[in-house]
């Protein structure tokens, strides 16, 4: 039966918008848990070396404090449960600067911050590996990333008439999600509460289990809103389990929030980056090599790589290849997924290379793009499930106005301003992993409603929104008799909102457990349709009072035999102010096939994110580390610059229609990483076109143009 | 350490909607605050679910009330204590407060109004704007023994009853937010904006502000630039930026703003 009002595919606005414009989403600290007692982390203030003598005494007796817990009182944890950077009591020994080294338990917040001044440490402390500007020569091949070449790199480098081997590179930022992480634990008996926002609501529940030692079903994450996460809150931190060790040795719930200060050194880290681009092509344009070799840090004992090299993998057609990674241990917490891991800083060196080439050549960048696009993905030879970046580069350009670009760079001169036009792509995997949901029908009369569990996440995605459009089309309910219930280790495990897998993972599952639902309670009936009739007409015509099914959904075979991405092309026109060499991004577009577009409004909100994130990566975001403390120098948010309202311009959103249903069944491809893709890029390359300087280290800031 | 709340919790406006709807159940609500039956009732009197949201949203919204009295402390717990008696979200509250506390956390800790959010406890993010007296103040940065006898808004006070402040529906339709931390901040300061606006408040990127003597300021036109400019002090880091921009608008001109997105091939 054609419904004719179809939700998926409409801007319908957030089902749980009501909640956060009336301050009653409840985030991890808001949760109304009875008597809670407060606690305050304190840090390292040396970047190696170990604790030789630790003072509690003042801090235990002062007024309101239950406990002063460091690794002395601290009990044994398995720090290879899955909790990630370490930072977890266990020893004296500390590896960077700002580890957690304790922690005060008081009956106010008041008090623990007060208390925590009180404690006095005394360090045995050595060398500190903090300089990577001087410890990059000593790199070595990381442990699961060999090199990947294909054809030989050396010889048509060395044959090219046109080459480009460059070396951008990329400062350590921060996700500062607005909601600093945060943990309430409450302990029932042998089992835990953790109030805790989780991006992976299984993974942060076997996280804490195998560290505490307990078993997964003696742990509960609740996590039904995210004040953001992007990549931090995927793994989990030792905030989490030294919150639930707290708890129980104050035997009383504890609340733990990390500080803005704090979020610096606690949950891990975009890496610094020099990534050394080599391309060469005939005079023509044919791409005939591309070295992308990306040399980084990790932890002293863990291990963590941003993937730089992966668009370089299958943007282009080129014979010859290399993807490389070396990486050296330094005294830093371990680095981790940060919005568009690898992508968003690897296709800034791309996409700069490749404009670069376009000016040695004489070619338009677009044109240049165009010519060495790919048929096959060339990294694994498989086809394309869909490809969009031709189409995004031709409606991109078409509706930014590109025809207005002058080649020549500073030619384009306004008043006191140079105007420039970039361009620059982007891409990221669309993946579904397995999902479980469960779908309940009730009936009261002639009303059905309609509840969905799943152990999902929304960190701002549209999660919710999203499932309850898919299921008010599955089901035949109305939106507003839907309630979908996520974020919850209860429900149905889930994959994690990362990756850009949960909007295809999860609304494949919903729809699965529909369609057995309504296949249920067809087979209930007995009788036979012409037309298939939706479960809520079944509920009604079989008076049915209650029904539920669940299902666990997975990607199909099919799918493993293509390749399968979201890409895009991103525009930006910049004003770069020849007095002060500030930068404005007046215009952007970003131009984006992402498979079927769910609700076009919060999805809008996913490119407008990722282009306002790229802006920061652009321009403002960087974290500067002391080369003799190791401590960051830019340690809050006045040092630290995220973009503001008054940094971003005229962003305009423009999405490739396809229906790529080899990918998956609903055809979804995720969108929330690839927003980012290709935007840094695309500002530099308008800034050359502006000015007629390079800039290859990011952010580009005005001493970088004056 | 006794406290009194002397007041219902009630607003006017939700007493009145309740009266009007309910009367029968009013006693009951006065007494013990809105509980889940009451909703289901509301519910169906105001025509089977309000607008297109989440029945479970809506009712979360509905049974809370807008400021809880405040909880009493042990006396250990208490340093310093500070008597203050101030107005919250239209309800009278006296409490004693450590006088370190900030009115942020006695707004979170104390009273139950977790909606103001501590983004960076600094003053650098603005997810904990309330309104002092109908200014916009960083509640993280106040000391709440600095409020005494004042009337503090916070988010939970912005709407009328069951019926959403202009901005908390624009925000809803131009989707002002992703995660929603950064929301109770944003939707204060906007409403502080057209106020200060409407008082010819100057800003950095106003034009010139030179007055002859005596004259008052007349009204600054919010454009675009105007409106991100008194936002910047807001942050939002999930990026919705120009959909903040669009509803703030749309609420001060009172015409409609486009959203637009476009799709093509």
């Not at chain 1, 500390?94 to 911050?113: C, K, M």
């Not at chain 1, 440490?121 to 300089?131: F, M, Q, S």
């Not at chain 1, 990486?327 to 404009?355: C, N, Q, W």
């Not at chain 1, 609304?507 to 209930?524: F, G, P």
Request: glycine share 8%.
């Amino acid at each position: 039966m054609e419904d004719k009002k179809q939700l998926v595919g409409t801007p319908v606005s957030r089902v749980d918008g009501i909640l956060k414009v009336t301050g009653k989403a409840d985030y991890s600290t808001d949760h109304p848990v009875k008597d809670a007692a407060h606690a305050v982390i304190f840090k390292s203030t040396i970047a190696a070396g170990s604790i030789k003598r630790i003072d509690t005494a003042a801090a235990e007796k002062a007024p309101g404090v239950l406990a002063v817990i460091t690794h002395e009182n601290m009990p044994k944890l398995n720090t290879r449960g899955g909790i990630r950077g370490g930072a977890m009591l266990q020893g004296p020994e500390v590896t960077f600067y700002g580890q957690h080294i304790g922690l005060v338990v008081a009956e106010t917040f008041e008090q623990a911050r007060h208390a925590a001044h009180l404690v006095k440490v005394e360090y045995d402390p050595k060398n500190a590996r903090v300089d990577f500007e001087k410890l990059a020569s000593e790199a070595k091949v990381p442990k699961d990333k060999k090199d990947e070449k294909r054809g030989d790199v050396k010889a048509a480098l060395a044959d090219a008439t046109h080459k480009v081997e460059e070396v951008y590179a990329t400062p350590i930022e921060h996700h500062h999600a607005l909601e600093p992480h945060a943990t309430i634990a409450e302990w029932q008996g042998e089992n835990v509460i953790l109030y805790n926002s989780a991006q992976i609501v299984n993974g942060a529940q076997n996280a804490a289990a195998s560290t505490l030692g307990l078993k997964p079903e003696q742990v509960r994450i609740v996590s039904p809103y995210l004040g953001g996460g992007f990549g931090s809150k995927g793994g989990q931190w030792a905030n989490l389990v030294l919150t639930a060790v707290a708890a129980k040795m104050v035997k009383r719930p504890v609340k733990l929030a990390l500080t803005r200060q704090q979020m610096f050194n606690s949950v891990g880290l975009r890496q610094r980056n020099f990534q050394k681009l080599s391309l060469a092509a005939t005079p023509d344009g044919q791409l005939t090599a591309l070295a992308h070799e990306t040399t980084t840090h990790a932890a002293m004992q863990d291990e963590f790589v941003e993937p730089c090299g992966d668009c370089s993998k299958l943007m282009y057609e080129v014979p010859n290849s290399l993807i490389s990674y070396r990486v050296v241990p330094m005294h830093l917490i371990l680095p981790t997924y940060t919005r568009g891991p690898g992508k968003s800083t690897g296709s800034f060196a791309l996409e700069s290379a490749v404009d670069e080439l376009a000016y040695k050549l004489n070619m338009d960048p677009i044109e240049l793009r165009i010519k060495n696009e790919p048929e096959r993905d060339p990294s694994n030879g498989k086809p394309w499930s869909s490809r969009t970046t031709v189409q995004c580069l031709r409606e991109g350009a078409k509706a930014f106005g590109w025809e207005k670009r002058q080649a020549k760079p500073g030619e384009n001169r306004q008043g006191n301003y140079l105007v420039g036009y970039g361009v620059a792509c982007g891409t990221y995997p669309a993946n579904q992993r397995p999902s479980s949901a469960l779908v309940k029908l009730h009936r009261a009369g002639n009303d059905v409603t309609a509840t969905v569990e799943l152990a999902a996440a929304d960190l701002g995605t549209g999660t919710y929104t999203i499932l309850a459009q898919t299921a008010a089309d599955a089901l035949g309910v109305p939106l507003n008799k839907i309630t979908v219930r996520i974020g919850d280790s209860d429900f149905p495990s889930a994959a994690g909102s990362v990756g850009s897998v949960g909007a295809t993972s999860y609304a494949n599952s919903v729809q699965d457990a529909c369609v057995k639902l309504t296949d249920e309670l067809m087979a209930k009936s007995g009788k036979q349709f012409f037309v298939r009739p939706t479960a809520a007409q079944l509920m009604v015509s079989e008076k049915i009072n209650d029904h539920q099914t669940r299902v666990d959904s997975k990607a199909s075979e099919k799918a493993e035999e293509y390749s399968s991405h979201s890409f895009n092309a991103n525009f930006a026109e910049v004003w770069v102010d020849t007095s002060t060499g500030t930068v404005r991004v007046a215009r952007f577009l970003a131009a984006t096939g992402a498979g079927k577009i769910l609700n076009p409004k919060t999805a809008r909100s996913q490119i407008l994110g990722g282009v306002t994130w790229g802006i920061g990566m652009a321009l403002t975001e960087e974290s500067i580390v002391d080369p003799r403390w190791g401590n960051f120098v830019t340690r809050s948010l006045a040092e630290y610059h995220v973009p503001v309202n008054l940094d971003i311009g005229q962003l305009e959103v423009l999405f490739i229609r396809e229906e790529d249903t080899i990918s998956n069944k609903l055809g979804v491809k995720g969108i929330g990483e690839v927003g980012i893709v290709g935007v840094a890029g695309a500002v530099a390359n308008a800034v050359f076109n502006a000015t007629g300087k390079r800039v290859r280290e990011l952010p580009i800031t005005p001493d970088k143009l004056l | 350490m006794m406290e009194e709340n002397e007041a219902p919790q009630l607003t006017e406006d939700e007493k009145k909607l309740f009266e009007d709807l309910m009367p029968e159940d009013l006693d009951e609500i006065l007494d013990t605050g809105v509980n889940r039956r009451h909703f289901l009732k509301l519910l169906t009197l105001t025509g089977g679910g309000l607008l297109a949201y989440q029945a479970a949203a809506a009712e979360q919204v509905l049974t809370r009330p807008l400021s809880l009295p405040p909880e009493a402390l042990p006396p250990s717990t208490l340093e310093n204590a500070v008597d203050l008696s101030l107005r919250i979200n239209g309800t009278s509250q006296k409490l004693t407060v450590d006088s370190r506390m900030t009115l942020l956390d006695t707004l979170r800790e104390r009273l139950g109004l977790t909606g103001s959010k501590k983004g960076c406890d600094h003053g650098q993010c603005g997810a904990c704007t309330v309104l002092v007296d109908g200014r916009r103040v960083l509640s993280c940065l106040t000391l709440a023994a600095s409020c005494e006898g004042q009337s503090v808004k916070t988010i939970e006070g912005i709407a009328q009853g069951n019926t959403l402040h202009p901005m908390q529906q624009a925000f809803l339709k131009h989707d002002g937010f992703q995660c929603g931390f950064c929301t109770p901040g944003q939707i204060c300061s906007a409403v502080a904006v057209l106020d200060e606006a409407q008082k010819g408040e100057a800003s950095y990127v106003t034009g010139p502000v030179r007055l002859k003597a005596g004259a008052k300021p007349s009204p600054v036109r919010l454009s675009e630039e105007e409106i991100r400019e008194r936002m910047s002090g807001n942050l939002c880091r999930c990026g919705a930026y120009p959909n903040i921009v669009a509803a703030i608008r749309e609420v001060q001109s009172g015409k409609p703003v486009e959203q637009t997105w476009n799709f093509v091939g």
